[in-house]
């Protein structure tokens, strides 16, 4: 039994590492707890280790080392059939050759449960995700977008506490897509379920969640919900990885409180907040979002620092219009204004003043 049991979780991972070949570890000495009922999303790029952290939770990997644990028991040597966890992946994985209330029915069967207890289940499951009249078609005979419902009811039939959904939404286009975000999200809340969901749609991973773990190289980089990991990047991986970001290197030149000045590379200077940098002479690249740059100086604190910026490209996104500048020596500097009855609209070749406020700009490891 693991020392180290969270209180209140319902499912942690307590030091858990994973090698396939016994000498490099896809994921490193992983510490995670959810809360019963929680939302989480395990977002990062291919090879991050956030599959591998999924398929070790269903059972179809084993740790290396260390415990997971739900509910406060280990289940480290449990099968996957006896953990009693709903699965969702994107291949919908339903059987040809049934229709779908059989589908559907099949988990309770292995449950040996009841005849009329296994219709109203599978009833209620299909009513669930919109597809009550849809009980006697066979999979084949279903649009992609009705096969991910079929496949979603499947995994909450038997009402399980704990579901586990893989690149779920990965094969559907993109308004079906948002559409099952909603969707999936609503029934959640509503059940009550335990999620732990997968993906590399940065999207996907803010709309849906209560909390998102950013895995690279085998770790979580920042664990947080959605807006916290969007406005306060603890490094430069999380700031580059989640949403649009632009930056720009230096060294610090000052830090007093919450405040430090950049140098940058052209000698350029700014304020921006130290987040993770120490002490002057630290190289640092600084993260400012698009959205958070201004070219309207009124706007602007006084004492804001301004940097001269060459207008490169202009592109009209109907809700919001989009600039890429040259800055300090980056040629793909973003900026992003909403289309309103006062926006600015700026044309290439023109020269302006840009600058932000110091708390929107945090200077991260180099």
């Known amino acids: ?13 307590d030091r858990v590492q994973k090698s396939y070949d016994g000498e490099t570890l896809v994921v490193k000495d992983l510490n995670l707890a959810l809360p019963r009922g929680e939302f989480l999303t395990m977002l990062g790029p291919s090879g991050s280790g956030k599959t591998t952290c999924l398929m070790m939770l269903a059972g179809f990997e084993t740790a290396t080392h260390g415990d997971i644990l739900l509910d406060g028991q280990p289940i480290n040597n449990i099968p996957p059939h006896k953990r009693g966890i709903g699965m969702v992946f994107q291949n919908y994985a339903l059987f040809p050759h049934m229709t779908v209330a059989e589908n559907l029915s099949f988990p309770l069967e292995v449950r040996k449960m009841g005849k009329s207890d296994r219709e109203a289940k599978v009833k209620r499951a299909l009513d669930m995700v919109q597809m009550g009249a849809f009980g006697g078609r066979r999979p084949a ?4 977008g009705q096969q991910q419902r079929i496949a979603l009811a499947r995994a909450l039939v038997f009402e399980p506490e704990l579901v586990l959904m893989d690149e779920p939404l990965g ?13 999936i999200t609503r029934l959640a809340h509503e059940l009550g379920i335990t999620t732990v969901y997968v993906t590399h749609d940065q999207t996907e991973a803010l709309t849906m969640s209560d909390r998102v773990a950013v895995f690279d190289d085998g770790r979580i980089q920042q664990l947080a919900p959605p807006d916290q990991l969007y406005e306060e990047p603890t490094n430069s991986f999380v ?8 930056t720009l290197e230096g060294v610090i030149s000052k830090i ?12 350029d200077e700014i304020d921006a907040k130290p987040i993770n940098v120490s002490a002057v002479g630290d190289r640092t690249k600084v993260s400012i979002r698009p959205e958070r740059v201004e070219f309207n100086k009124d706007r602007l604190n006084p004492d804001a620092h301004l940097l001269k910026a060459e207008v490169k490209e ?17 040629d793909d500097f973003i900026v992003k204004t909403r289309n309103a009855p006062d926006a600015v609209r700026l044309t290439p070749g023109q020269t302006i003043d840009i600058g932000w406020l110091a708390q929107d700009c ?3 490891d180099a």
């Not at 039994?1 to 991972?13: C, H």
């Not at 005979?141 to 992609?144: F, K, P, V």
């Not at 007093?256 to 000698?267: A, M």
């Open 256 to 267: 007093s409180g919450d405040t430090c000045v950049v140098r940058l590379d052209n000698g």
């Open 1 to 13: 039994m693991s020392d180290t049991t969270v209180d209140g979780a319902f499912v942690q991972f």
């Open 314 to 330: 202009f592109i009209y996104m109907g809700d919001i219009f989009r600039f890429r500048l040259s800055v300090a020596g980056n």
């Open 239 to 246: 700031a580059q990885f989640i949403g649009e970001n632009n």
């Open 141 to 144: 005979q279903l649009s992609g």
């Open 171 to 183: 094969a559907l286009d993109k308004q079906l897509r948002e559409h099952m975000q909603f969707e």
């Open 362 to 364: 945090r200077a991260l």
